[in-house]
């Protein structure tokens, strides 16, 4: 790691290390797994592409993804055995710097966030995702917390679903219903 370019030799200064000057001759932790795994799903994804039409003719249907996943298998095995012999960086851990708690459990979050769109709808889903994303992310109270999520959802709403007329998953709340009573009051109570 080059401390010139990072701001200080312990790599915490919330830089990238895709930036000029990260670790040129060094592995992080998981470097090496990440690029075997993209390596397999290359190869299966070429695998995929090779089972549209086979390799009959350019013009086949299968061929350009064939060529474009073909680049990214070989890409990724270049990458490996790059990869492979560099020494692993011994100032970090894959919890702490590479996967940390965090980033765990905004995963999580994302996940649940796709379940529970669909039977919830987006408004329930949305207030409970940035209510615990606001909250973990800033550690306050629970009512400020709840308070940023409401203003925000109602601006999120107003915007896409009144101004730009986005069809918003409706779960459970009766949305529709609560447009046309704002259409009602809008034109004058007709």
């Known amino acids: 790691m080059d401390p010139e370019f990072r701001g200080d030799a312990d790599h915490h200064d919330g830089t990238s290390d895709a930036a000029p000057g990260g670790y040129v001759n060094q592995r992080r932790p998981g470097e090496l797994g990440f690029a075997i795994f993209l390596t397999l799903a290359s190869l299966y994804l070429l695998y995929d592409a090779y089972n549209i039409s086979g390799f009959q003719a350019l013009s086949a249907p299968g061929a350009i993804p064939m060529a474009t996943t073909f680049v990214m298998a070989i890409s990724a095995v270049i990458i490996v055995l790059r990869t492979a012999p560099l020494p692993r960086v011994r ?87 609560f447009l046309q009573l704002l259409r009602n009051l809008a034109n004058g109570g007709a």
Do not use: M, N
């Open 91 to 177: 100032s970090e851990t894959f919890r702490k710097d590479i996967l940390p708690v965090l980033v765990i459990a905004f995963i999580g979050l994302l996940i649940g966030f796709g379940i529970l769109l669909k039977p919830l709808g987006f408004l329930p889903t949305a207030l409970l995702f940035l209510t615990l994303s606001i909250k973990l992310l800033t550690r306050k109270t629970w009512p400020y917390s709840l308070g940023v999520s409401v203003g925000s959802l109602v601006i999120i709403w107003i915007v896409f679903r009144v101004v730009f007329t986005v069809l918003l998953p409706a779960g459970i709340v009766p949305e529709a219903e």
